[in-house]
T-cell receptor, first 115, second 110 residues
Framework: DADVTQTPRNRITKTGKRIMLECSQT?????MYWYRQDPGLGLRLIYY???????NKGEISDGYSVSRQAQAKFSLSLESAIPNQTALYFC??????????????FGPGTRLTVT | AQRVTQPEKLLSVFKGAPVELKCNYS??????LFWYVQYSRQRLQLLLR??SRESIKGFTADLNKGETSFHLKKPFAQEEDSAMYYC????????????FGQGTELSVKP
């Protein structure tokens, strides 16, 4: 589903560097999410935003920050990258309208390696 | 605590064999449960939700509140079913966040 895009798709960075991952959507959804995926740990929620002015921490927000620049854009920043932040990062969106609440639409993922 | 547990990291079966991917949950409210699937080189996508009581690609899942389970089943596995499967719990009292399990990789051998 090309309606949710992530840039970059792959990134290698060094310890201590600041890095930003970007997510854009054309679905018109109000809710956006950032997850990280690690083998054996599944998907864990980093941050989520229910609208432009509503940003919330997820279960593993330490070391990360986010910015919701517009309804369609939600960026994830690693202020000072460390090796254990090496993971696959996914952005997702959902529509708060009624029963569609739980169906989340995922981006293709960004593979981040911190050396 | 709200939690989703998928006890199997990897499930390997032969084509035509029955498949059951296990999912157990812990939630104090009325649960809404989902299965998401990620095929190789594709995005994570919704497979089915318990409230719809539907069969998608031959898969079904029944919510068992007594056993707090939502196992995914298919009577005859196909090679194209090979993928990573995630069980997810919808937390309506927290604005609709999803809590995902650890995932089970299903491998269907010819």
């Amino acid at each position: 589903d090309a309606d949710v895009t992530q840039t970059p798709r792959n990134r290698i960075t060094k310890t201590g560097k600041r890095i930003m991952l970007e997510c854009s959507q054309t679905k018109g959804h109000d809710r956006m999410y950032w997850y990280r995926q690690d083998p054996g740990l599944g998907l864990r929620l980093i941050y989520y935003s229910f609208d432009v002015k509503d940003i919330n921490k997820g279960e593993i927000s330490d070391g990360y920050s986010v910015s919701r620049q517009a309804q369609a854009k939600f960026s994830l920043s690693l202020e000072s990258a460390i090796p254990n932040q090496t993971a696959l990062y996914f952005c997702a969106t959902s529509d708060s309208a009624d029963r569609a609440l739980y169906e989340q639409y995922f981006g293709p993922g960004t593979r981040l390696t911190v050396t | 605590a709200q939690r989703v547990t998928q006890p199997e990291k990897l499930l390997s079966v032969f084509k035509g064999a029955p498949v059951e991917l296990k999912c157990n949950y812990s939630y104090s409210g009325s649960p809404e449960l989902f299965w998401y699937v990620q095929y190789s080189r594709q995005r994570l996508q919704l497979l089915l939700r318990h409230i719809s009581r539907e069969s998608i690609k031959g898969f079904t899942a029944d919510l068992n509140k007594g056993e707090t389970s939502f196992h995914l089943k298919k009577p005859f596995a196909q090679e194209e079913d090979s993928a990573m499967y995630y069980c997810a719990l919808g937390t309506y009292n927290q604005g609709g966040k999803l809590i995902f399990g650890q995932g089970t990789e299903l491998s269907v051998k010819p």
